[in-house]
């Protein structure tokens, strides 16, 4: 084979039905806007309901607060789920300066107010700051666990745990608003940074506290905003049997890594968990596999000498199954990936 290179609160929508489909293609990415007042759980129980598919899951949790991106894999692409939680976010955050709270966020108990006598340009050289890799103490009420317990648990009961401050990374900051006593900031940053974080250590650099008062994700890796489908247009679409059309390809998620399209016999191989010999190029540890009809077959790893692509995640296809007599006489021969 020839070398192939890169190629609205809760309520509204717990009365709806089961919409069980009965098309066999079920497996994608759908790109939600999240509405405010819901968890990241709710909204995946609403499609599970809505389409009778249990494997759904997202990938990166909103707090109840937060609006925007919320991306969702049906089917085999839940195990894609950890490709698309590890890439950068962006976020559009509304902080109010001189009020803090228990939990960095307007939904918290107010434990202090200062006066604010900061001018833009203080603001601006604090927001500076944080850009790079910083070390971020996370909020107590977060999911985050401590002897298998969540914080928030923890913190419930009372109980003042220390937390380890965990090294993220603020790609870019910038201030798009001021108006004192509040300002709105546009975030790209590292997986697991915690926005409510930034805003409380915001208002400690500045010395008159702050919190989170309003949050959008604007982005989560490739994924944007204006490709969301609202939860209202989703179900409206569940129920009319079009959802389909927001239901994205699985391999939308792995756009970044090497195409290799494969014949029968290779297919073969890879789906019963044997190694292809690979070529130098395409260069990178990983590659996306598909099988000769063009369906995404495997993400593939190159092994440690760089010598053979090995099937880290092998997906269910409507290849053919070849004999494995046949899949066993692809060898280590002149042909390489």
Same mark, same amino acid.
């Given at each position: 084979?020839?070398?192939?290179?890169?190629q609205?609160? @809760?309520?509204a +929508?717990?009365?709806?039905?089961s919409?069980?489909?009965?098309?066999?293609?079920?497996? %994608?990415i759908i790109?939600? /806007?999240?509405?405010?007042?819901?968890?990241?759980?709710?909204?995946v129980?609403?499609?599970r309901? +809505?389409?009778?598919?249990?494997r759904?899951?997202?990938?990166?949790?909103?707090? &109840?607060?937060?609006?925007?991106?919320l991306v969702?894999?049906?089917? !085999?692409?839940?195990?894609?789920? *950890?490709y698309?939680?590890?890439s &950068? @976010?962006q976020?559009r955050?509304?902080i109010?300066?001189?009020?803090?709270?228990?939990?960095?966020?307007?939904? %918290?108990?107010v434990?202090r107010?200062?006066p604010?006598n900061?001018?833009?340009?203080?603001v601006?050289?604090?927001?500076?700051?944080?850009?790079g890799?910083?070390? !971020?103490?996370?909020?107590i009420?977060?999911?985050?666990k401590?002897?298998?317990?969540p914080?928030?648990?923890?913190?419930?009961?009372?109980? *003042?745990?220390?937390?380890? $401050?965990r090294p993220?990374?603020?790609?870019?900051l910038q201030?798009?608003?001021?108006?004192?006593?509040?300002?709105?900031i546009?975030?790209?940053?590292?997986p697991g940074t915690?926005i409510?974080?930034?805003?409380?250590?915001?208002? !400690?650099?500045? %010395?008159c506290? $702050?919190?989170?008062?309003?949050?959008?994700?604007?982005?989560?890796?490739?994924?944007?905003?204006?490709q $969301?489908?609202?939860? /209202?247009?989703?179900?409206?679409?569940?129920?009319e049997?079009? +959802? !389909?059309?927001?239901?994205? &390809?699985? /391999?939308?998620?792995?756009?970044?890594?090497?195409?290799?399209?494969?014949?029968?016999?290779?297919?073969?191989?890879?789906?019963?968990?044997?190694?292809?010999?690979a070529?130098?190029?395409?260069?990178g540890?990983?590659?996306?596999?598909?099988?000769?009809?063009?369906?995404?077959?495997?993400?593939l @790893?190159?092994s440690g /000498?760089?010598?053979? +692509?090995? &099937?880290e995640?092998?997906?269910?296809?409507?290849?053919?199954?070849?004999?494995?007599?046949?899949? @066993?006489?692809?060898?280590?021969?002149?042909?390489?990936?």
């Amino acid at each position: 084979m020839p070398l192939l290179g890169p190629q609205s609160p @809760k309520r509204a +929508w717990s009365s709806h039905g089961s919409l069980r489909n009965t098309d066999p293609n079920m497996d %994608g990415i759908i790109v939600v /806007d999240k509405p405010g007042g819901m968890t990241s759980h709710d909204v995946v129980a609403c499609v599970r309901r +809505w389409s009778g598919i249990r494997r759904v899951g997202h990938a990166g949790t909103l707090d &109840p607060l937060a609006t925007g991106v919320l991306v969702l894999c049906l089917g !085999q692409a839940t195990r894609l789920s *950890e490709y698309l939680m590890a890439s &950068p @976010k962006q976020y559009r955050a509304t902080i109010l300066l001189g009020v803090e709270t228990d939990t960095y966020d307007r939904e %918290g108990k107010v434990v202090r107010r200062s006066p604010v006598n900061v001018s833009r340009a203080q603001v601006e050289a604090a927001l500076a700051e944080f850009v790079g890799r910083i070390a !971020q103490v996370p909020p107590i009420y977060s999911a985050l666990k401590r002897a298998g317990t969540p914080l928030y648990r923890l913190a419930r009961q009372g109980r *003042e745990v220390e937390r380890q $401050a965990r090294p993220v990374e603020i790609y870019a900051l910038q201030l798009v608003d001021w108006s004192p006593p509040q300002l709105t900031i546009e975030v790209t940053c590292s997986p697991g940074t915690y926005i409510r974080s930034l805003a409380h250590d915001l208002g !400690q650099r500045l %010395g008159c506290g $702050a919190h989170l008062t309003a949050l959008t994700r604007l982005a989560s890796g490739e994924f944007r905003l204006d490709q $969301a489908v609202t939860l /209202d247009e989703l179900s409206a679409a569940f129920a009319e049997g079009t +959802w !389909q059309r927001y239901l994205l &390809p699985m /391999d939308t998620a792995l756009q970044g890594l090497p195409a290799l399209h494969l014949d029968a016999r290779q297919a073969a191989r890879i789906r019963r968990g044997m190694a292809l010999p690979a070529a130098p190029d395409p260069p990178g540890p990983q590659a996306r596999a598909y099988d000769p009809d063009g369906h995404l077959l495997a993400i593939l @790893k190159r092994s440690g /000498d760089g010598s053979r +692509w090995q &099937p880290e995640k092998v997906f269910h296809t409507s290849l053919k199954n070849i004999p494995l007599s046949q899949a @066993k006489g692809l060898t280590d021969g002149p042909t390489r990936l």
